[in-house]
């Protein structure tokens, strides 16, 4: 393994790779073995998607755990949420969720959960990797045992259920399409829903590894079976999950998907008219301005992050914050955990919608600030030439304000912005807009996207 001591271990949530080619069962064991060494001492908790190749991926992490010593608790299939909830209140020093959320089926990976229930943070990402490059051998004279953890998925629905108004639900008898993506959580959502009296038509909610439904990321344009069941069953709303379960994205009554970071704006208003909660918002810097508009119309404040969950979970943590979100459909509810989860997000959104009878998923969605809004991407083959992007944009023109927490994020006037950052996982610079102003947002986006365009022609 010499030589790869500046290898990146973990990408934006957890190590992911395509198994049996650069995820290894050698990367697997060395990676479970570093993580035996990281956690605390007690009890661990392994956990796995449906993914092809998670059952042998658990068996590989849970031998490589107890060959340290390290007792060992399977809780087979669950979603990830309900993994990181059963880490959080069953006594374990930690947790190994043995999935890669939203990629193709062919990929699989390992997402450390600290003994709190949320992801370990990135300072304790860079222990864990300083570890697996150290080789450290195992100093233990006993195996660790293995036990059988039963009974998660009902505990974690207990726990969902308890955190709403069940009884204000059930009265309203609302209709929903449950979308699993053949994905961990479509099961467990549309159980989730029944109980809480509604009528459920569960689409894709079979797990099958191979995803031969949508595929395992829902995103606003592949979801046309979703949206077409729910006008032709005449549904109230619809959700769908990733792979894991622990982001949704919501369509209304019509059948129109919502990205997450303005479902969460609404959902945070409800929450924060509704409950009394710390008045504060935490999430990445390229969220959506509607977020800090409803915060200013509820008097609560907004926490800007780097972008990824864990930077968000980890901020909430820290601050004890209640509502976090992301644009890709990832709401954190801290009340249950202070991560992402999609049946949680169910769960509220059923019971926004049975505390407003008077008024249809749409008509509540159309009362958030009217934003215009810009995604894009550009080729960037290395960081070199993306920092350049980045300068370049510093020195352009008189801004009202420039941030620099991810990328860069200028602001144009106080509701207008364009941000440009380099992905951490592809050879892209991925450009975000939004502005209250059509026009203003075009044409400031023609010059950026020129100048943009311009520099990179330039750098090759």
Not at 115 to 124: L, Q
Request: hydrophobic share 35%.
């Amino acid at each position: 393994m010499n030589g790869q001591s500046n290898e990146n271990l973990f990408g934006t949530n957890g190590v992911r790779g395509i198994f049996e080619e650069n995820l290894t069962p050698e990367k697997i064991i060395r990676l479970s073995t570093s993580l035996a060494h990281y956690f605390p001492q007690g009890p661990l908790l392994v956990g796995y998607d449906g993914r092809n190749s998670s059952p042998i991926i658990s068996r590989i992490v849970c031998s490589a755990l107890r060959s340290e010593g390290r007792n060992v608790s399977v809780a087979g299939t669950v979603p990830t949420p309900c993994l990181q909830y059963a880490v959080k209140t069953g006594n374990f020093s930690g947790g190994s969720m043995i999935t890669a959320s939203h990629n193709p089926p062919e990929y699989n990976g390992i997402k450390p959960v600290a003994m709190d229930g949320v992801e370990i943070s990135r300072e304790d990402e860079l222990k864990v990797q300083e570890i697996y490059y150290a080789q450290k051998s195992s100093e233990s004279a006993s195996i660790g045992s293995r036990f059988t953890k039963e009974n998660l998925i009902e505990t974690y629905v207990d726990a969902l259920q308890a955190q709403v108004d069940a009884e204000r639900i059930r009265s309203r008898g609302l209709k929903i399409v449950v979308d699993g993506g053949n994905g961990v959580q479509g099961p467990v959502g549309s159980v989730l829903a029944k109980m809480l009296g509604s009528k459920v038509l569960a689409i894709n909610c079979n797990v099958d590894g191979d995803f031969p439904g949508r595929g395992p990321e829902p995103t606003i344009d592949n979801l046309t079976y979703l949206s077409k069941a729910i006008t032709a069953s005449g549904s109230d709303l619809g959700v769908a999950y990733d792979g894991d379960g622990d982001r949704s994205i919501f369509c209304d009554e019509r059948g129109v998907a919502y990205p997450g970071d303005r479902l969460g704006a609404l959902l945070a208003r409800f929450l924060l008219n509704s409950r009394n909660h710390k008045r504060e918002i935490v999430c990445p810097i390229n969220t959506t301005l509607a977020v800090p508009l409803v915060a200013k119309e509820v008097n609560a404040s907004v926490v800007f992050t780097k972008v990824g969950s864990v930077e968000v979970s980890r901020e909430m943590v820290k601050r004890k914050s209640i509502i976090g979100m992301e644009e890709n459909g990832g709401f954190m509810y801290g009340m249950l955990n202070e991560v992402r989860d999609g049946a949680m997000a169910t769960a509220l959104v059923l019971e926004m919608l049975a505390s407003n009878p008077r008024d249809s998923f749409s008509s509540l969605m159309s009362t958030l600030p009217r934003i215009f809004q810009f995604k894009s991407k550009f080729l960037c083959p290395n960081k070199e030439m993306a920092s350049r992007v980045l300068n370049k944009i510093l020195g352009h023109g008189s801004p009202r304000n420039i941030e620099t927490l991810d990328g860069v994020k200028v602001w144009i006037d106080e509701e207008t912005w364009i941000m440009a950052r380099p992905s951490g996982t592809e050879p892209i610079i991925r450009l975000y807009a939004e502005s209250t102003d059509k026009n203003l947002l075009e044409s400031k986006l023609d010059e950026y996207i020129r100048l943009i365009r311009k520099e990179l022609m330039t750098a090759r």
